[in-house]
Each structure stands twice: as structure tokens, then as C-alpha cells.
């Protein structure tokens, strides 16, 4: 079998819902040993649809290839048990509200101390410091206050979010930046540290040119539907039948769509002589082209287009894209076996490293599902000890 | 002064434009040498507005700290150049079309032979293989095809893209993931392997539970506004002045925000008794929250809602995200001192590590900044040398 690249790496995992069960995704498909500590409740996202025999698609999306232990960290013996495995680990992450691992004892300062080789990686909707670090967050209020939403969307029509969760997930990739940061340098060091991650940091990091707009021109960066602010025409059409999305980013691309379009008079018009020109009357433009490209289907346009090397493409839904060639022949689209809830498609990984591939092999665990292994194998305890902390409540 | 993730790592960086280059920077604030080497006209996005005394802020935003050398590829001096370069480096990254870098003759195979430890990344619309591998991409055409444009948006309404560049941005992230991965591997190992990465196969990883949700019931996802597919309610409302985010995820919540909004004969309400009756009448009850949310601003709502913890927020454009005192405080807004544009704010980095904080110190070089530099230090070409070769024009 080949190798991974988190061979012989152990996380213990005490991330709920998105943001942070993601990022330890990310580790799990990179080979990570993901030990999932779920409270007795269990994590929430097991209780979000769609479901298939009582099985969360939502929780199986995010959590394959983690093996599951239920322990009440609210119990003494829970909290020691804890403390056991962090002994046997590398990593530990988690995405509670900042303050509520200090008041289980297991903030930072506590491990480190304890633990001084454990990375600890924090995933929270404003970070562990600053006037809103207390503050809870969901994915769409960090989508609003980081400013994306409000450059997303046609103008002067009501606000709308990005339909992925772009709040939590760029989190999660950050988040998983900086474990593998922390990585590199303990192997110099021997020694971890605390990887402090904010959603609302990283829409902000997102927001890249659209800073830099802002801070030269002083305007600022508003919806403006499919197009793009400085390159015309770089937008969506309507054909005949479905949505083009057309991308011509120069003069030269420019007069070859003019071609194709029996419209060569438009490249010596005063008004789109130039990419500048184009975007200043981009609305006349636009409705010169909405009339042409009313003519064929999106098909046909790609049929003439794509031979020219002139940048066009398809606005794929769900289904379209689950059963697209390119995302197939990357594997981007995984079946899994689920004991109960049977074939399953879920994301693939995009890392594709050439020694080391990701492997993504087993669906995401039932609630416990690995309880008794984990304690035996990881703790050496032995079934009658097993049995005795079943019965204090503090593993399930 | 502290040290640094990627003290000691070197990155000669091909990049251009976006997607490569937003990698190379993440590289950067981690603190490796990333030497950017530009052709004699330079990476494209230096051309792209806006500008300050003719320097593109779109270029600033995403190329800080790297330090830039001229050289022409296309000469053998040039290649030869290079392959000295490479000689003294842990990572080359690209995001060429696949095959260019083969007509040059620095494919990885023939770099791996050369250089065994050599990382090398490759960042590319559709990555190296499969049917679409040689096909052209910009963040657009992946937006379109990956999916996230058939879930974003109001229904009925024309496509609307992600208003940042998520197609180009989401495979960034997952390079640099890769690329770390790949030094992991190597420190211990010593030897470097390929990271192929691709912006479609990104836009695929963050669909995550849409495909689920296609996957257990058939139904394809669809854009719904600012709304939540499963939690209700959990949308944007209008209010007395500016738009308010609302995110009520459970039950207690509901029975709380109704009492805020006094009108606790909701609670009761039937059709609203449970998040799955809120969901599906979602339409009478947002058109009674609509009018409720109109009493107030959104100031006031929020100093009603927050001390309640009911989770809400505003919606912020750039120039709020800008001036937010939690995004100040977390040093997510750097002003630099630029030689000829003078005092520039950029994005800075949400890769907080408690012992090797991330560092962005100098902004992106111009044109060649570098060529003499690096030659003299890197490779110890003597003054007379680096006149013949420039001389050559195989560097500039």
C-alpha cells in the first residue's frame, strides 16, 4: 500500500459541525490517524438532513475516514481519558467558542505545558483574541460581516449569500495551512504550538483585490451580477437553451468572438475598441451580445468557440457536475459503502500528490462506532476496566 | 526576531495572475525566499487596475514579499539560468497550461530526475490529466462549471458569480495544503514528489453536502437568495435601515427571538412549531418577519438580539470590513509603505501560529527588482558576467 502523508500522525478531534470537521477531512484524506471525540449527544451535524435509513448525508460529507469515541468531558473520568490520548497524539483541534476549553481545563497553556510536542488548532468565528472573540458565529454571519456577500449578487436586488459555505470552509483550509505549518516546524523543533484561526480572518484574506480597490479609488466594490469589474465581456448569457459563461480577457480574443459572431463591424466601434472602452459601456455591449447569443444553444456556442481557444463554458448544477467527464477521470466523485445507509457519492480529494496519494476508503463512523477499539488499542484498557467506566457514564 | 514556518525553504515561482500566485504568497507570509521569475513583459496582472503611480493594486494584493527576477525562458541561457536556480531550491511552482512547461523542457519528470528533492507544484483549471487537461480556464468558467454558481443567487433571476474569485482562490489554498504536505513527506524521506492541483477538482471538494443532498434524494440543489436549505430562519432581512443576517438555528432560539419581537403567538403557531414546519412554510413566515424586521435598524436589532445571544449580524461592504474594529484588531489590514505608490492597505494573513507568527514585511517588487541580487547571491555571478547575459537579453 503506499505510503501517506500523514502516516503515523494522530489527531484527536473535538471539532463539531463544519468549519473544523472539514479541516480534520483534509487530514484524514491526507492519512491522518482522526480519533473524532463526540460528546454523548453526539455532533450536531448527525442530526442535519438530507437522510438516507436515519444516516446524515450533511455529517458523511465532512466526516469519512474518522473513527468515532464518545466521551463525557464533563465527567472527571472523561476529562482523564482525554488527557490519555493527547499522551498517544500529535494534534489536537477543535471550534468551541474561545473560553470553553479553559473551562474544561484543556485550553492551550494547560496542554502545552502538559504536552509541549501537541499542535493545538483552534477554528472560531473571530479568533481567541480581539472585542468579538466571545461572540458565536455561523457561516452566513461571517459571509456577511466579511464583506463577500456584498459584493456577490445583482445590483440593487436583495442581498444573497454564496451557495457553499465559503465562511466556514476557507476556514478549514487555513486551518489545515496551519497544522501542516505547525508539522514542518516540530519536526526542526520538537516542539508545538497554537495554530489560531478566525472565519472572519479569512474572508477578509479572500477579499484580496477587492482591498486594494477599495483603498486606491476609495469606491467601494459593489454586486454587479455575473460580470467582472474591469474585463468585458466576462459574463454570463443567456442561448437559446441554458446559460454560457463567456470570458474574453483581451483585443485579440475580442476580434476572434467578433468573427464567430458575424458582428466584425463591433471591434471597429469607438465605443468597444478597447477592454477599458468595452467595460465603461458595458451596458450597450451587453445588450448588442444579450440579442446575439439568444440565436444558438449553449452547445453550439461552445461547438464554435472552443476550436478558436475563445474562454466560454457551461453553468453546470449539481447533477451536472457529479456526472461531468473531467470531474470523473479525476476522481472527484467517490462511492462509499455505508453499512446502513448503502451506496453513497461524496466529494473526492483534490490533492493529488504524486508518491504520496490521498486515500479516502471509509465512511464516516457511526456515533462510537470505534469506542472500545480506540480505548483498547490506543489505551491498552482492558475490556473489564471498559466495562466499569461504561458504567460511571463518562464513554458510551 | 522570531523565526518563521518556512525559514530556509525556497520557492522559485513561475506563477502568474491569480491562482498560483495567491499560493506563493500564503508561502511567503510563512516565511519562505519565494523568487518570482517573470518573463521579459512580466506577469500579466501587473496590467490590471486599478493603479497608483502605475502601480496595479491587483498585483500588490497577492504578491508581497516575493522578489522578482527577469528571465526569458525561451533562451537557453535563460533555461540554463533556471536550472541553476532549481539547483538551490526546496519547490518550483506553476500554473502554466499543462504541456508548456514540457515544451520548455522542464516538465517534472525531467526536473525529478535532475532534482530528486525539488517540490513540484502545479496549479492548473483542470489539473494534468483527463479529458479536459489542455483546455485554457479563468476563475469564471470554473465558477460556472464547478457548481457553485447553480446554488448561488436569487431563484428565477440570472446566474450570478461568487464576487471574489473562489474558482482561482479555493485552488490556491489547496496548493499550498499540497505543497506542505509534500515537505512533510520529504522531511522524511528526502525525496520531492508532484502536486497537481485543480481549480474545477476545488470547486468540487467545496460543494461538500450539495452533493449529498443530490446524492440521497434526486433533487438538485437550486439558488435560494440569502436563505438556509434546512434552518428557518436563517436569511437576510430589510430593516428601518440597512440589512440585517439572521440565524436561528433551533427551537429555543425561535421561542427567544419571538419573544424579542413580541409576537410569542408564533411559538404556537403550527406551522412554525418545529424547524422542519419553519422550513417548509418558509414563505408565510418570511413574509411576517418581513414586515416585524422594517420596525427597526439593523443597529438597533443587533443591540437587542446579541446580549440574548440569538446570532445575527450586519452586512458589511469592503470599507465597513476595513474599518471593523475585531478585523483591526486581529492585524487582518497591513499598511505598507510602497516606494513609488506611496501608503497601500492589503489583506493580511489569517495563519496566526502562537511561536512562528506569519510576517509580511515588503511589498510585491517590480518588474526584475531582484535580477542582480539573486544572481550575485544565489548563484555568485560576478558584475562582468551578469552584464554579458543581460547583454544577451536572456535577462532584463
Same mark, same amino acid.
Given at each position: ?177 496551519? #497544522?501542516?505549518?505547525?508539522?514542518? !516546524?516540530? &519536526?526542526?523543533?520538537? /516542539?508545538?504550538?497554537?495554530?489560531? +484561526?478566525?472565519?472572519? =480572518? ?112 457551461? #453553468?453546470?448544477?449539481?447533477?451536472? !457536475?457529479? &456526472?461531468?467527464?473531467? /470531474?470523473?477521470?479525476?476522481?472527484? +466523485?467517490?462511492?462509499? =459503502? ?59
Amino acid at each position: 500500500m503506499d505510503m501517506q502523508v500523514l502516516d503515523g500522525i494522530r489527531v484527536i478531534d473535538l471539532t463539531r459541525v463544519l468549519a473544523g470537521p472539514y479541516a480534520t477531512m483534509v487530514l484524514a484524506d491526507l492519512g491522518a490517524d482522526v480519533i473524532k471525540v463526540e460528546s454523548p449527544g453526539g455532533d450536531e451535524a448527525r442530526g442535519f438532513g438530507p437522510f438516507k435509513n436515519e444516516v446524515s448525508g450533511y455529517f458523511q460529507s465532512v466526516n469519512r475516514g474518522k473513527k468515532s469515541i464518545v466521551i463525557d468531558l464533563k465527567t472527571d473520568d472523561g476529562r482523564e481519558l482525554l488527557l490519555n490520548l493527547l499522551e498517544e497524539a500529535d494534534i489536537i483541534a477543535e471550534n468551541y467558542r474561545p473560553g470553553a476549553m479553559n473551562r474544561l481545563g484543556l485550553d492551550y497553556e494547560a496542554l502545552h505545558q502538559r504536552f509541549p510536542r501537541l499542535i493545538y488548532a483552534a477554528c472560531s468565528g473571530f479568533g481567541q483574541t480581539g472585542p468579538y472573540a466571545q461572540r458565536g458565529a455561523y457561516d452566513m454571519i461571517i459571509q456577511g460581516m466579511g464583506g463577500v456577500v456584498s459584493v456577490t449578487g445583482e445590483p440593487g436586488r436583495p442581498p444573497v449569500r454564496v451557495g457553499v459555505s465559503i465562511g466556514d470552509l476557507s476556514a478549514s483550509l487555513f486551518t489545515a495551512i496551519g #497544522i501542516l505549518s505547525a508539522l514542518h !516546524v516540530r &519536526n526542526r523543533t520538537g /516542539v508545538g504550538q497554537m495554530v489560531d +484561526i478566525s472565519m472572519l =480572518d479569512c474572508q477578509v484574506a479572500l477579499l484580496e483585490n477587492a482591498i486594494a480597490r477599495f483603498d486606491m479609488t476609495g469606491d467601494i466594490p459593489e454586486p454587479i451580477g455575473s460580470r467582472h469589474p474591469s474585463i468585458t465581456p466576462f459574463q454570463a448569457f443567456d442561448t437559446r437553451e441554458g446559460w454560457l459563461m463567456l470570458a474574453i480577457g483581451n483585443d485579440s480574443l475580442w476580434a476572434r468572438f467578433c468573427g464567430v459572431v458575424s458582428m466584425e463591424e463591433l471591434v471597429e466601434d469607438v465605443r468597444f475598441r478597447s477592454n477599458a472602452l468595452r467595460t465603461e459601456n458595458h451596458e450597450a455591449l451587453e445588450s448588442i451580445l444579450m440579442g446575439v447569443m439568444l440565436s444558438r444553444t449553449a452547445q453550439e456556442w461552445m461547438a464554435l468557440l472552443e476550436p478558436l481557444d475563445i474562454p466560454c463554458g457551461p #453553468i453546470h448544477n449539481v447533477q451536472d !457536475v457529479v &456526472n461531468d467527464p473531467q /470531474v470523473k477521470a479525476r476522481d472527484m +466523485i467517490i462511492e462509499m =459503502d455505508h453499512p446502513t445507509a448503502g451506496n453513497l457519492r461524496i466529494p473526492g480529494s483534490p490533492l493529488k500528490l504524486s508518491d504520496t496519494p490521498s486515500r479516502i476508503s471509509e465512511p464516516a463512523p457511526d456515533l462510537g462506532q470505534h469506542t472500545d477499539h480506540i480505548l483498547s488499542t490506543v489505551l491498552k484498557i482492558d475490556a473489564s476496566e471498559i466495562a466499569r467506566l461504561r458504567a460511571t457514564k463518562c464513554i458510551l
